[in-house]
């Protein structure tokens, strides 16, 4: 792999436009030692404005959900080609919470990752384990059902657009990331998945980030690791300072 630095926050339902704002005022210099983009993907009422604001900057703006549909009446939801409109250039699709709160299917996942290539953006595809699925050895169980569900039938072409992220679902939020010995067992194995569906070649254009607590302490240890291409950030990427902090020690290393 040649990638390892694809940094993702997930600001989840949080921030408003002048908070929003700030933040992009604040990180934009503290990113001059970063190479490459940073995915920001934040609440659709953000997505318009922080597209025009982070233009001529490293920073990308994404979506964290979309609905599978191109429209229709589905009160409440949102078409990737709305989001497209506003500026979103990616979507999180599958995230743990999206899955447990609001009961996403590995069906309904399939048909939004789907509708993400029909709309050109790029998917963000979320997998992870309960502790529960974790405690009982199935691990790599869910992970590959996650995984072929969501990605079946797409084209070569289509899936090295795709970003995986692996989440350990006992890992977000909790403060608690998964150990260095876990993060590298899943990630071989999600390239393993890769592997079996799409060969070899494509499967290394796909980049795997790991999720879950990830914060200043623990990221140079995550990123060294030979499948882990990047981070997936919820609650440390709210604070400016931090998020740039985390992001500039994902440097570039070569796994080849
Ligand atoms: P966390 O969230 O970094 O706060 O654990 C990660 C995520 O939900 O993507």
Known sequence: MTFANYVIGNWKMYKTSCEARAFIEQVTP?????????????????????????RQTKIVI???????????????????????????YFVLLGHSE????????????????????KTDIQPVLCVGETIEEKDSGMMKEVIHEQISSALQGISLEDAAKVILAYEPVWAIGTGRAADIQSINEAHDF???CLKNLFGEEVSKRIPILYGGSVNLENVSSIIQLMNVDGILVGGASLDARTFASIAVKCKKVSHS
Do not use: W
Not at 63 to 71: I, L, V
Not at 98 to 117: G, M, N, P, Q, Y
């Open 30 to 54: 503290l990113l001059d030692d970063f190479e490459g983009k940073v995915y920001l993907s934040v609440p659709y009422t953000l997505i318009h404005e922080l597209s025009e604001l982070s």
């Open 62 to 88: 994404g979506a964290q959900n979309m609905n599978d549909a191109s429209e229709g009446a589905f009160t409440g939801e949102i078409a990737g080609k709305m989001l497209k409109d506003a500026g979103a």
């Open 98 to 117: 999206r899955r447990k709160l609001f009961l996403e299917t590995s069906d309904f996942i399939h048909k939004k990752v789907l509708r993400a290539f």
């Open 190 to 192: 999600c390239r393993e």
